[in-house]
């Protein structure tokens, strides 16, 4: 389920609210996300996100190293981040 910090639009204030920078909201972060959500690159979302457990810390295996990484990390200047199909 997608929750507002996983939109582009939000900017986090604590680690139960932040600004949605469209309407200048404050919003909880595990509200219901709106019609002007879009997805943050993160790595639970990307292709290379292998063999994540229950706690959803799992393996990147699109750099030049397989590291342990956890799935909400934000993946926004990650040159091999590509979007789950």
């Known amino acids: ?9 939000f900017s986090p204030m604590d680690a139960a609210k932040g600004i949605c920078r ?24 990307c292709s290379h996100f292998k063999n994540s457990d229950k706690d959803e810390l799992g393996m990147c295996t699109g750099l030049d190293k397989d590291n342990w990484t956890y799935g909400d990390l934000n993946a926004i200047t990650c040159s091999s981040h590509e979007l789950k199909k």
């Open 1 to 9: 389920m997608l929750k507002h910090n996983d939109c582009l639009n």
């Open 22 to 45: 469209i309407t200048g909201n404050i919003i909880n972060i595990d509200s219901d996300v709106c019609e002007a959500f879009e997805l943050c690159p993160k790595c639970r979302n």
